[in-house]
């Protein structure tokens, strides 16, 4: 049996969200993979079952990577204020440090891999939000809202802004990139919609 080489492994991973970011997850294949990697096919099943195995696990890794950075520094026994800032501190800056890795957990959402691996995010990540989504309605920060509501108020549009700055353009193709000025001037915006 052939054994694993880390840097093959971690080449094949970044490769492969460079090639779905760009093709689509319906024309992806291990094949074309292989290619970009300059390995064989039987060097990828080393590492993974199959083509779904492989987004899988990826995408799981991703998943995992994105809830401790979006954790770091987050108490959720902080102030609405003080939490959701740090929030947007840790969700605006992976994203921006990781723009392939953003641009593919839009396009799994809309995926049949979508429930698989936003599942991984459940655990401590879930915890925490809840705790510090009850402790505010508790203080009487906020109101209690429906999860989907909240959420599009509360982080919808600092993704954009980040989708924006990613892209390079905004609406119409305008040019944009995002500022500490701009994000902080919407996060105003968005605190001002939820606080009581």
């Known amino acids: 049996m052939r054994t694993r ?3 093959k492994e971690e080449l094949v991973k970044q490769k492969a969200i460079e090639l779905i970011v760009k093709e689509g997850l319906e024309n992806f294949s291990v094949n ?5 990697c300059g ?11 199959d083509k779904d195995d492989l987004i899988v696990k990826i995408a799981v890794e991703g998943a995992k990577q994105m809830s401790e950075e979006v954790l770091k520094g987050f108490d959720p026994d902080a102030s609405f204020e003080d939490g959701l800032r740090q929030q947007w501190k ?31 995010i459940v655990g ?9 989504m009850k402790n505010a309605i508790e203080r009487g920060e906020i109101d209690p809202l429906p ?29 944009f990139t995002l500022t500490e000025e701009l994000l902080w001037q919407t996060f105003d915006l968005v605190l001002k919609a939820l606080k009581k």
């Not at 074309?32 to 970009?36: F, G, N, R």
């Open 90 to 120: 840790n969700r605006s800056k992976h994203m921006i440090d990781n723009p392939l890795a953003a641009q593919l957990f839009e396009m799994l959402r809309g995926s049949t891999y979508h429930e698989e691996v936003y599942k991984v």
């Open 124 to 132: 401590d990540f879930a915890k925490s939000m809840g705790i510090f």
């Open 147 to 175: 999860l989907e509501v909240y959420w599009s108020v509360a982080f919808a549009p600092m993704y954009n802004l980040v989708r924006f700055h990613n892209e390079g353009k905004s609406i119409g193709g305008r040019k």
């Open 5 to 7: 080489n880390t840097e």
């Open 39 to 49: 390995i064989s096919v039987a060097t990828l099943y080393i590492y993974y079952k």
């Open 32 to 36: 074309k993979l292989a290619k970009a």
